[in-house]
């Protein structure tokens, strides 16, 4: 139940990510409307510019922080949000306990 509430934080924020891309392009267009103008507004193409670097940074924040987590969880390595590196884990110790097993048979074979 817990990975649901962090898959659904993740799609929470990528479709915020989306909304400030879509946010950012409007920003880009309004500046490139007012440098198409005779007389650009100097402050109008200041303020949607930084806008616009602002939109950029918290976008690259973001998708990087998107991407190591991504990383994290295709590498295996335990996180908040997956059951992998337990599964993983249980796993491996079954396999130890089949080689036990046959180890301990052979062994029983050998004595008598």
Known sequence: MAG???ANERLRVLEELEREIGAS???????ILELSKEKAGERQLERQAAQFSAAMA???AELSAQIRYLTQVATG???EG?????RKACQLALNRLD??????????RACE
């Open 58 to 60: 918290k976008v690259e």
């Open 82 to 86: 997956s059951s992998y590196a337990a």
């Open 77 to 79: 390595q335990p996180h």
């Open 99 to 108: 080689y036990a097993r046959l180890k301990l048979g052979e062994l029983a």
């Open 25 to 31: 392009l409007q920003s880009a267009g309004t500046v």
């Open 4 to 6: 649901y509430g962090v």
